[in-house]
């Protein structure tokens, strides 16, 4: 099923892409590493005296990590939580403190107005860039921000789906994509019919038709240009997946719930929103939906 929006505005300014590669900051890998933390020795050798095994032994024996990088790379972790407490203590001193009555009722339950799936990608944190309080939207974020058709069985996403629809009755389901999407990149490469045991791709290829729609309006541009159609496209086909869903395509019908699209340029920082225009009478004649309400912010 295809919707007739939006006319894609593809950038053919392909400096906008150099950024597309992920920062290189590797420096949070704790799990592989923890196992080489002084305390863990500690632990190890405990068991290694009490038990003498020598496959306790052996895997004693990757030693040599160098102690200057390993003094360093403690300070650095201790760095990052010092930040993040401090962050922590300041969130509760100037907003949790001072709007405890709102905290408290919070603590209660919630009632958010939106449910919110957006790309996990570390640069597009929705309430950041939106600046939702807690409590005001349910948020899901996933590898390219995608929605599977109901027929495609229970993932993450269609479980909190049913959770912000059913039980929190949010009004408003809002899927953001963005710029520079790493996951519709990996979408894009794939090839005609590939499998893949690759877990990216294997999810991704849920937004295959968006591809398809991609690869057949925008074959004359570059692989670049194709990637930026096709993460709005694949927005427009996750709203339309949203409607297989029958609790939700009846409480849209119903007028009862809401369903939009958005898209977040970083390169530029600008915002677009749309609508999806469903009265519960089907698509037009060419299977299409129509949208409107649609908006640029910049
Ligand atoms: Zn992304």
């Given at each position: 099923m295809a919707i007739s929006i939006p006319t894609t505005s593809v950038?053919?300014?392909?400096?906008?892409?150099?950024?597309?590669?992920?920062?290189?900051?590797?420096?949070?890998?704790?799990g592989s590493q923890l196992k080489f933390e002084d305390s863990q020795f500690k632990y190890l050798g405990l068991i290694k005296r009490n038990q003498g095994s020598l496959r306790l032994e052996a895997s004693f024996a990757?030693?040599?990590?160098?102690p200057v990088k390993d003094m360093e790379k403690k300070q650095n972790d201790l760095n990052l939580f010092n930040d993040m407490r401090d962050r922590f203590l300041s969130f509760k001193r100037f907003k949790y403190l001072e709007k405890s009555d709102h905290y408290q009722k919070l603590a209660n339950g919630q009632a958010p107005k939106f449910m919110v799936i957006a790309c996990?990608?570390?640069?597009?944190?929705p309430t950041s860039i939106?600046?939702?309080?807690?409590?005001e939207a349910f948020v899901v974020r996933n590898v390219a921000n995608l929605v599977p058709p109901f027929e495609n069985g229970p993932t993450e996403t269609n479980a909190a789906l049913e959770f912000a629809v059913?039980?929190?009755?949010?009004e408003n389901l809002f899927i953001v994509g963005h710029s520079c999407c790493g996951g519709i990149q990996a979408l894009m490469s794939m090839q005609d019919g590939e499998h893949s045991s690759v877990f990216i791709k294997d999810w991704v290829i849920n937004g295959k038709q968006a591809r398809t729609s991609t690869k057949a309006f925008?074959?004359?541009?570059?692989f670049e240009q194709q990637c930026r159609h096709c993460e709005k496209e694949s927005v427009n086909h996750s709203l339309v997946n949203l409607l297989s869903y029958p609790w939700i395509e009846e409480r849209v019908r119903n007028g009862l719930l809401f369903i939009h699209g958005g898209y977040y340029d970083f390169i530029n920082c600008t915002f677009e929103k749309w609508t999806l225009d469903y009265?519960?009478?089907?698509?037009?004649?060419?299977?299409k939906y129509a949208i409107k309400d649609r908006v640029f912010w910049s």
């Open positions: 950038s053919k300014d392909s400096s906008v892409f150099n950024s597309i590669n992920s920062p290189k900051n590797n420096t949070q890998i704790y990757p030693t040599q990590v160098a996990a990608d570390s640069r597009v944190c939106l600046g939702f309080e807690p409590g059913n039980a929190l009755k949010v925008a074959a004359d541009l570059s009265k519960g009478n089907g698509a037009q004649e060419d299977g």
